[in-house]
T-cell receptor
Framework: AQKVTQAQTEISVVEKEDVTLDCVYE???????LFWYKQPPSGELVFLIR????DEQNEISGRYSWNFQKSTSSFNFTITASQVVDSAVYFC????????????WGLGTSLAVNP | NAGVTQTPKFRILKIGQSMTLQCAQD?????MYWYRQDPGMGLKLIYY???????DKGEVPNGYNVSRSTTEDFPLRLELAAPSQTSVYFC????????????FGQGTRLTVV
C-alpha cells in the first residue's frame, strides 16, 4: 500500500535559520511521482514541486531545495535562510501508476518562522 | 486567470439540511477532485472525475454525491448534513491524474450544527 509519512508535526524556527522538512514514502511501484504543496495561513494549497521516480537529481529553486533519495524512500525539503512568509503547512504527496495515480497525502508539517 | 473557483467560501448548515458546493475551472482540465481537510488529518479524497460524464469514489464518499456534466464544472452535493461533515472542502483540477500539478480552489469552510 502507498503511504506518505511526515514525522514532524510542527517545527518552529527563528528567521534566517535553515530548516528541513522530512518526507518518507512507501510504494511498490517503480514509476511514481512525488510532490510538495504549501498551505499558507490564508488556506489555499500551492504547488511547489513535482519529481518522478526516475529523476533523482536534487532541485534548487531560490531558497528552496529538495533532496530525493530512492535508497531511503525520502523526499526532503529544505528552506534556507527562512523567512516569516515561509510560515505555512507543507504537505508531501505521492502518486503512483498502480493506484489510478491518485495522490496520497502526508499529514503535513506546520512550520512557524518567528521574527 | 481565474483557475479553480469554489463557492461559497463559508457556510453553516443545520443537521439534515442539504447543499451543493460549486466548483468551476477554466483551464480545460480533464481531471477534477473534491477533498476534505480535517484539522491535523491532511487531505482525504471524496470523489474525482476523469472527464465529463465520468466520476468515481475516493476514500471518503459516504454522504456526498457529485456530477460532471461539463468539463468546467464539478459540483459536490451534501445530502442530510451531519456534524461529521464539518470540514474544509477543496476542489482541485489537473491536466492528468496523479503525475501532474493540481490546482486548488480557495476552499469552503463548512460547519454543520
Amino acid at each position: 500500500a502507498q503511504k506518505v509519512t511526515q514525522a514532524q508535526t510542527e517545527i518552529s524556527v527563528v528567521e534566517k535559520e535553515d530548516v528541513t522538512l522530512d518526507c518518507v514514502y512507501e510504494t511498490r511501484d517503480t514509476t511514481y511521482y512525488l510532490f510538495w504543496y504549501k498551505q499558507p495561513p490564508s488556506g489555499e494549497l500551492v504547488f511547489l514541486i513535482r519529481r518522478n521516480s526516475f529523476d533523482e537529481q536534487n532541485e534548487i529553486s531560490g531558497r528552496y531545495s529538495w533532496n530525493f533519495q530512492k535508497s531511503t524512500s525520502s523526499f526532503n525539503f529544505t528552506i534556507t535562510a527562512s523567512q516569516v512568509v515561509d510560515s505555512a503547512v507543507y504537505f508531501c504527496a505521492l502518486a503512483d501508476a498502480g493506484n489510478n495515480r491518485k495522490l496520497i497525502w502526508g499529514l503535513g508539517t506546520s512550520l512557524a518562522v518567528n521574527p | 486567470n481565474a483557475g479553480v473557483t469554489q463557492t461559497p467560501k463559508f457556510r453553516i448548515l443545520k443537521i439534515g439540511q442539504s447543499m451543493t458546493l460549486q466548483c468551476a475551472q477554466d483551464m480545460n482540465h480533464n481531471y477534477m477532485y473534491w477533498y476534505r481537510q480535517d484539522p491535523g488529518m491532511g487531505l482525504k479524497l471524496i470523489y474525482y472525475s476523469v472527464g465529463a460524464g465520468i466520476t468515481d469514489k475516493g476514500e471518503v464518499p459516504n454522504g456526498y454525491n457529485v456530477s460532471r456534466s461539463t468539463t468546467e464544472d464539478f459540483p459536490l452535493r451534501l445530502e442530510l448534513a451531519a456534524p461529521s461533515q464539518t470540514s474544509v472542502y477543496f476542489c482541485a483540477s489537473s491536466w492528468d491524474t496523479g503525475n501532474t500539478e493540481a490546482f486548488f480552489g480557495q476552499g469552503t469552510r463548512l460547519t454543520v450544527v
